[in-house]
């Protein structure tokens, strides 16, 4: 069955600092591949996608997030960290051959230090 | 930018009580979606809405719960008979294409049963 992981429930940085949300996917095939993020109160805005080509993509804010098939894993990284950054953050795979349904991982919450 | 709409964005009713959430997705999008997130957990799937019938749907998804495209531009999600369990956060989704493109979130609507 598809899954996703998200190790870590709740991270905490200082602006400035670098970051990386782990994200981890079980998948039968070559995975569609998303984070979103949600700001307290907010819905769900899309940071970037993987859907395929080149494994390292680009999103909004200065994100970027890389596909490593070897590892099932879709890293999400930042080299500096706004204060503004502090929200939920979703990683999501899907759809698939058999459904259109996007399975997300648990969240990580990122709290952002002055 | 487009955007999924939704209303209202707090609803609050009795246990036993129907609810209609409102969505209007993005104009031009085919397929919908509605998803929840109980509080302190992840986003799970409801239901895929496409052509005018449901495509797929969640084992969350019983005889409770009910979509409808009423419109051309509204789509709804109906629990009959809420109970406290439905206390949620819920997320209409649109897409054009489920294969090749994202899928654009609204803000979301909290219900509390109480």
């Known amino acids: 069955a598809q899954s996703v992981t998200q190790p870590d429930i709740h991270i905490t940085v200082s602006e400035g600092a670098s970051l990386e949300l782990r994200c981890n996917y079980s998948?039968?095939?070559?995975?569609?591949l998303f984070w979103y993020v949600q700001s307290p109160g907010q819905g769900l805005q899309l940071l970037l996608k993987y859907f395929s080509g080149d494994t390292l993509v680009q999103g909004i804010k200065g994100f970027e997030a890389e596909f490593k098939r070897s590892q099932s894993s879709f890293n999400l990284r930042k080299p500096s960290v706004h204060w503004s950054d502090a929200a939920e953050y979703f990683c999501?795979?899907?759809?698939?051959?058999?459904?259109?349904?996007?399975?997300f991982g648990t969240g990580t919450r990122l709290q952002v230090f002055p | 930018e487009p955007e999924v709409t939704q209303t209202p964005s707090h609803q609050v009713t009795q246990m036993g009580q129907e609810v209609i959430l409102r969505c209007v997705p993005i104009s031009n999008h085919l397929y919908f979606y509605w998803y929840r997130q109980i509080l302190g957990q992840k986003v799970e799937f409801l239901v895929s809405?496409?052509?005018?019938?449901?495509?797929?749907k969640s084992e969350i998804f019983d005889d409770q719960f009910s979509v409808e495209r009423p419109d051309g531009s509204n789509f709804t999600l109906k629990i009959r008979s809420t109970k406290l369990e439905d206390s949620a956060m819920y997320f209409c989704?649109?897409?054009?294409?489920?294969?090749?493109?994202?899928?654009?979130f609204g803000p979301g609507t909290r219900l509390t049963v109480l």
């Open positions: 989704a649109s897409t054009l294409r489920p294969s090749t493109d994202t899928q654009y």
């Open positions: 999501a795979v899907g759809p698939s051959y058999n459904t259109d349904k996007l399975i």
């Open positions: 809405f496409y052509n005018n019938e449901i495509s797929e």
């Open positions: 998948y039968g095939a070559t995975p569609y």
